[in-house]
């Protein structure tokens, strides 16, 4: 199976007031084509950074400082503008946290949804109305035609989520990038959401880049998952493996915290201590404060590179967990 996109040594920071913000340290990593690929972490990991980075969409205020994001084997950080603008909304495509704000306001939900089809196609006005009704019917709304005519803000989260996801879907891109594309949405809207991403992947042999905080998804969908922490990768596995033997104290720890049904009785042990300050990073394991593991080589050797300790089980520390 061919590589769907390929992430290198991939060092962003933001300058602020405060100093520069060092939002991914050193991040690698490969997809395929039909695969779902999960990157969990808390807030601040540097999630949303790497999607913006991958589409090209990263703030003035953000500085690439090395590496390469591989797309059709195009370095995409040296693209141009103009290569960047063929493939963005047509072979890439990106479902945004916040529909409702992704939205523009003051156009209607047919404007949006037309532009990308008349930026990518040579369709008349009247086909891609047609393609921008057939994509909201797929999506499960009603009155599609009503829908185009209507502004983002006279629809519900779920319906904006919807339109969104829409817009990301029409032109059948070959990656999505899904950023927290379930946040704020009731249990049943989110299954079904969850389900149209599944079923992208199966029918069009795209690859899925889901951004998640929340570990029942990423059991529920991914083929693989990666666990940031601290702008960086600390374990990359395929998803059944990483739930039964992760081997970084950090990923033991965030499935410690998880209720499970199976496990009625468990103990809940949450995970003491703050992420790490992003403007005055260690050169040390960023999880040192917080890790339960810790030895001395972890407080004088810098941070741990990723060492694979079982067959694409990939841990960054100096005492992983042991398997059982």
């Given at each position: 199976?061919?590589?769907?996109?390929?992430?290198?040594?991939?060092?962003?920071?933001?300058?602020?007031?405060?100093?520069?913000?060092?939002?991914?340290?050193?991040?690698?990593?490969?997809?395929?084509?039909?695969?779902?690929?999960?990157?969990?972490?808390?807030s601040g990991a540097g999630k949303s950074t790497l999607a913006l980075a991958i589409m090209g969409l990263l703030p003035q205020s953000a500085s690439v400082l090395q590496g390469r994001i591989i797309f059709d084997g195009v370095d995409l950080l040296r693209a141009s503008?103009?290569?960047?603008?063929?493939?963005?909304?047509?072979?890439?495509?990106?479902?945004?946290?916040?529909?409702?704000?992704?939205?523009?306001?003051?156009?209607?939900?047919?404007?949006?949804?037309?532009?990308?089809?008349?930026?990518?196609?040579?369709?008349?006005?009247?086909?891609?109305?047609?393609?921008?009704?057939?994509?909201?019917?797929?999506?499960?709304?009603?009155?599609?035609?009503?829908?185009?005519?209507?502004?983002?803000?006279?629809?519900?989260?779920?319906?904006?989520?919807?339109?969104?996801?829409?817009?990301?879907?029409?032109?059948?891109?070959?990656?999505?990038?899904?950023?927290?594309?379930?946040?704020?949405?009731?249990?049943?809207?989110?299954?079904?959401?969850?389900?149209?991403?599944?079923?992208?992947?199966?029918?069009?042999?795209?690859?899925?880049?889901?951004?998640?905080?929340?570990?029942?998804?990423?059991?529920?969908?991914?083929?693989?998952?990666?666990?940031?922490?601290?702008?960086?990768?600390?374990?990359?596995?395929?998803?059944?493996?990483?739930?039964?033997?992760?081997?970084?104290?950090?990923?033991?720890?965030?499935?410690?915290?998880?209720?499970?049904?199976?496990?009625?009785?468990?103990?809940?042990?949450?995970?003491?201590?703050?992420?790490?300050?992003?403007?005055?990073?260690?050169?040390?394991?960023?999880?040192?404060?917080?890790?339960?593991?810790?030895?001395?080589?972890?407080?004088?050797?810098?941070?741990?590179?990723?060492?694979?300790?079982?067959?694409?089980?990939?841990?960054?520390?100096?005492?992983?967990?042991?398997?059982?």
């Amino acid at each position: 199976m061919s590589e769907s996109l390929i992430v290198e040594d991939l060092y962003v920071e933001f300058g602020t007031v405060a100093g520069p913000v060092k939002a991914l340290n050193g991040v690698s990593f490969s997809m395929e084509e039909n695969q779902i690929y999960c990157i969990v972490g808390e807030s601040g990991a540097g999630k949303s950074t790497l999607a913006l980075a991958i589409m090209g969409l990263l703030p003035q205020s953000a500085s690439v400082l090395q590496g390469r994001i591989i797309f059709d084997g195009v370095d995409l950080l040296r693209a141009s503008p103009e290569h960047l603008r063929s493939i963005r909304g047509k072979d890439i495509s990106m479902v945004f946290q916040d529909a409702q704000t992704a939205l523009n306001p003051v156009q209607t939900v047919g404007a949006q949804l037309e532009e990308v089809i008349l930026t990518h196609t040579d369709k008349s006005s009247r086909e891609a109305s047609r393609m921008a009704q057939e994509v909201l019917r797929e999506l499960g709304l009603p009155d599609p035609r009503r829908i185009l005519g209507e502004y983002p803000f006279n629809l519900s989260g779920g319906m904006c989520q919807r339109v969104m996801l829409a817009i990301a879907l029409v032109m059948r891109p070959r990656l999505l990038i899904a950023d927290e594309a379930t946040s704020g949405l009731d249990v049943t809207l989110q299954a079904e959401i969850l389900e149209r991403l599944k079923g992208l992947c199966r029918e069009l042999n795209s690859a899925v880049l889901l951004i998640t905080h929340d570990l029942g998804i990423v059991a529920h969908m991914g083929h693989r998952v990666a666990v940031m922490y601290g702008g960086a990768l600390a374990e990359t596995a395929d998803v059944i493996p990483l739930f039964r033997e992760p081997r970084h104290p950090y990923t033991w720890s965030l499935l410690q915290a998880l209720p499970r049904l199976d496990d009625v009785g468990k103990r809940l042990r949450p995970l003491q201590g703050s992420p790490p300050d992003m403007v005055n990073l260690p050169e040390e394991c960023a999880f040192l404060p917080r890790c339960p593991k810790a030895l001395s080589q972890c407080r004088q050797e810098p941070r741990p590179p990723l060492e694979e300790l079982a067959p694409r089980h990939w841990a960054a520390c100096y005492n992983p967990m042991v398997a059982e």
